[in-house]
């Protein structure tokens, strides 16, 4: 299946390299660019992309905003992954509560940056290094607020338990399914489930979650999940 991609950026240079970069895969196609978080929010309208490369300041209306005014309806399908240059806990915190599904940096190599898109694609998410257990857990106790962890682990099976811990150290589906014994769409049956219990929205939230729980610890690379 080819994976529809819209690159956001204020320089054209940049929007421009990432963009031959993805659509140099052969499973991908770069179907939109745009200069602003308006413009973004136009042209994700109007394309309806699978994935979107988003960067933070931009003119008129910054990528976090835009990402936040895309996913709120529930409308669209896509998922967002921020471009940044920087990564401070301020807008790693604001484009995981925006929804984003994914945060690397700009130096990040460019087999990299098609490793990010293709996780994010198959239902999964990618943090660059910067992120640090710390902001996990500041996100995970916002989250968090009013509900007792426990409590809510205890609606889990104890394989959907396995499951969420798996998530949690980065293993994809396919390898959740070889360490499990089981096939990759009971997998698929188990994540929809306990996201459905703990009441999380996507992995991104999971994994979040399971480091609160301290099912997790961070480590210093970049972690698809």
Do not use: W
Request: charged share 25%.
């Amino acid at each position: 299946m080819m994976l529809r991609v819209m690159v956001v950026d204020d320089q054209a240079l940049v929007r421009r390299g990432f963009a031959l970069i993805l659509d140099n895969e052969p499973d991908m196609e770069v179907v939109a660019e745009a200069g602003t978080g308006v413009e973004a929010i136009e042209k994700a309208r109007e394309q309806q992309p699978d994935i979107i490369l988003m960067d933070i300041r931009m003119p008129e209306m910054d990528g976090l905003e835009a990402t936040a005014n895309i996913l709120k309806t529930g409308e669209s399908t896509c998922r967002v992954i921020i471009l940044t240059t920087f990564d401070p806990d301020e807008y790693v915190f604001r484009a995981l509560q925006a929804g984003a599904s994914g945060f690397v940096l700009k130096d990040i190599p460019p087999e990299s940056l098609v490793e990010a898109v293709r996780t994010v694609a198959d239902g999964g998410a990618m943090l660059a290094p910067g992120i640090t257990r710390r902001l996990i857990s500041q996100f995970a106790q916002k989250m968090g607020a009013g509900r007792n962890l426990s409590e809510r682990l205890e609606r889990l099976t104890g394989r959907e338990l396995e499951v969420l811990g798996a998530i949690a150290h980065g293993k994809s589906n396919a390898e959740i399914a070889e360490a499990l014994f089981i096939g990759a769409a009971t997998v698929k049956t188990h994540v929809s489930s306990l996201l459905s219990k703990l009441g999380l929205r996507d992995r991104a939230q999971a994994v979040v979650f399971a480091y609160e729980c301290g099912l997790a610890t961070a480590g210093g690379r970049n972690v698809g999940f």
